[in-house]
């Protein structure tokens, strides 16, 4: 679906931001004040995988102290898209290498937007270390969850989900991607610690654009994996271009803060 693209970004926000927890981010703006209280230092966040910089679009207005964000992408034109401002730096990294690298020692925040679900649990498990050895909150948002509801049925849905989840679990950069397992591996891994919210997207009857654009992309995904099967899923795909339902496609917001 062109994940990576600033189109597909644009199209995005809207529903990432209506879809976000709330109530973690207040937490961590609660964090984010009492860790800073007399400092007078700015709060240092690490956004990894941030793409055109919507995670600091919506994240900044939200924490009440002031901030300096390093936008970090492995995609060199995304980052130059993010926003020109004096409290924000860009840093091309690959990330599947240059992980602990890209989170200095001084960062209080890390956080990272629809990432996690493409990397490894080895990549997650050393995500995890780094955040805690360095004693920083880890924020991780809009992770897909395997769930994608219609609100109609068709008596395909179910199999290219599955096929689609299929796809998700395969290479994506960072090794063999965790997919729609991402938010219990992080649970998993971080322990009760972790707070864990649904933020899904609610895409309804009138927003053709977004979803045919979902369309299309599972359609593409399913295709790779049953290659055999192009025509069964190009008629799903028609279908669901004609017909205006509204969906659920399932996403979780996960928050990591350390012992103040």
Known sequence: MGAFSADWLSLRARFDTAARAQVLEDRLARFAATRLSGSGRALQVVDLGAGSGNNHRHLSPRLPVRQHWTL????EDLLRTAPQTTDLSRRHADLAIDLEAAIPDAADVVTASALIDLVSREWLVRLVRRV???????????TYDGRIRWSDEDAEDAWVRDLVNMHQRGEKGFGPALGPDAPRALQD?????LATLSSDWKIGTADKDMRGALVDGWA????????????RISAWAERRRQIESGLVVGHADQLMLPVL
């Open 72 to 75: 970090v992408d492995g995609d």
């Open 132 to 142: 805690e050895e360095i004693d920083a909150a880890l924020l991780v948002v809009l």
């Open 189 to 193: 891994l971080a322990g009760p610690g």
């Open 220 to 231: 593409a995904a399913a295709a790779e994996i049953a290659p055999d099967d192009g025509a």
